[in-house]
Every structure is written in C-alpha cells, then in structure tokens.
C-alpha cells in the first residue's frame, strides 16, 4: 500500500527471498489472524522471522504450525515473542524439542 509508514509497512511490503509478494502476505495473514482471532499479540520481528524461516521449507506450514503453538504456549500473558519463539526451538527445532524425553533432574 503506497504511502504507508512505519514497521508495518515495511513489514507488509517486504519481500522474502524465494516467496513472492502474495506468498509472503498470506503467510502473514496465517500467522497474525489466528492470533488475532484469540487476542493474542505478536511481535512484528516474530512474525518477520517466522516468514524468513519458512521461506523454500518443504513442508512449511504443518512446521510453522506447530513452531507458534509451541511459542504460544511459552507466550507471556497475551505476547507472542521471539524470545518464547527461540524457547520453543523455532521453525525448525520445535518438533524436536517437543518430541524430546524429559531429561531427569
């Protein structure tokens, strides 16, 4: 959108190499309306990130699907982090991590 300001335009016209435009806004689309959708707050850098991460993945979305579940259930009160993103191992870890036996204290 012509003449928009600030992070969100940046964010909205920003293009990811290997996604096209329309790629990356409905990958964006998928990551902040559900959040929305539970009044849930994301960092915008949270959601740069995870469109970076996804970027040529095969297998994308059931990933970035599990990867913002297990950042939201690190979430602190409403705001979806980078820092409960990198808890929960990223795109690319979060399986791993969730699939991991618990270690013994």
């Known amino acids: 959108m012509p003449g928009t300001s600030g992070l969100t335009g940046v ?3 920003a293009r990811t190499p290997g996604l096209t435009n329309s790629q990356c806004r409905k990958l ?5 309306k559900p959040a929305a959708a539970h009044s849930l707050i994301l960092e915008p ?3 740069a990130r995870i469109i970076e991460e996804v ?4 297998g994308a979305l059931p990933l970035m699907s599990h990867a913002l579940r297990e950042t939201c259930r690190r979430r ?3 705001a979806l982090t980078i820092q ?3 808890a929960a191992g990223g795109l690319h870890c979060a ?3 969730t699939a991991a036996p618990p270690t013994p204290s």
């Open 84 to 86: 409960a993103h990198e």
């Open 95 to 97: 399986i791993a991590h």
């Open 55 to 58: 970027a040529d993945e095969p």
């Open 28 to 32: 964006r689309e998928a990551i902040v």
């Open 76 to 78: 602190r009160g409403r």
């Open 11 to 13: 964010l909205r016209d």
């Open 45 to 47: 850098e949270l959601t």
